[in-house]
């Protein structure tokens, strides 16, 4: 069974730093690229990072280039969230998805997901 | 302001067939980019519903079915059961922004 389990999430002032874990199970965790997404309080989905199987190919949403980072280690069948300079808005669950193949493709959708992580950022 | 568009709410009774469409334009739906749909409860990991446009992933029931025309798309859901009260999602990629986007979201209500 595939499965997918975030942690790292929590309370952060307006400016910190927060990093965030994925660990995948049930798959070859290096054959698929995976993907954060996230969910703020009373809003929908926004795709957030995407990171390919090999770990070479990096995508970011604009709302979060240059301040997060994603990364994978495949002997540890993991993948991270790095995020710096953390704002008010960016306080929301943080998903982490698999995508179907090991390379991110514009036509990608998210087949398994995990249950998420909780980021605050308040002061 | 979501680059898809959803309503943000539906109802039906039990049994009946409600859908749900989802708006797009010209540079993701109507680029040629596929739609799926993604089932989130509160507190749950989201679940695909059907991907590219209208393919059902092993497990999902044959009550759900998905199409895509023109710069729209649209979940259909017959024989309406309790438990698929939930938020509903369409998602696709926009080549404008460069980026995989999501609908809105619309909250189903099971009378």
């Known amino acids: 069974e595939v499965q997918l389990l975030e942690s790292g999430g929590g309370l952060v002032q307006p400016g910190g730093s927060l990093r965030l874990s994925c660990g995948g199970s049930?798959?070859?965790?290096?054959?698929?690229?995976v993907s954060w997404v996230r969910q703020a309080p009373g809003k929908g989905l926004e795709w957030v990072s995407s990171?390919?199987?090999?770990?070479?190919?990096?995508n970011y949403a604009d709302s979060v280039r240059g301040r997060f980072t994603i990364s994978r280690d495949n002997s540890k069948n993991t993948l991270y969230l790095e995020m710096n300079s953390l704002r008010v808005e960016d306080t929301a669950v943080y998903f982490c998805?698999?995508?179907?193949?090991?390379?991110?493709?514009?036509?990608?959708?998210?087949?398994?997901w995990g249950r998420g992580t909780l980021v605050t950022v308040s002061s | 302001q979501s680059v898809l568009t959803q309503p943000p709410s539906v109802s039906g009774a039990p049994g009946q067939r409600v859908t749900i469409f989802c708006t797009g334009s010209s540079s993701n739906f109507g680029a040629g980019y596929k739609v799926h749909w993604y089932q989130v409860l509160p507190g749950t990991a989201p679940k695909l519903l059907i991907y590219a446009d209208n393919l059902r992933p092993s497990g999902v029931p044959g009550r759900f079915s998905g199409s895509r025309s023109g710069s729209s798309a649209s979940l259909a859901i017959t024989g309406l059961q309790a438990e698929d009260e939930a938020d509903y999602y369409c998602q696709s990629y926009d080549t404008s922004l460069s980026l995989w986007v999501f609908g809105g979201g619309t909250t189903l209500t099971v009378l």
């Open positions: 990171i390919s199987g090999s770990g070479g190919t990096t």
């Open positions: 998805a698999r995508c179907p193949l090991s390379g991110t493709y514009k036509g990608d959708y998210f087949d398994y």
């Open positions: 049930g798959f070859t965790f290096s054959t698929f690229a």
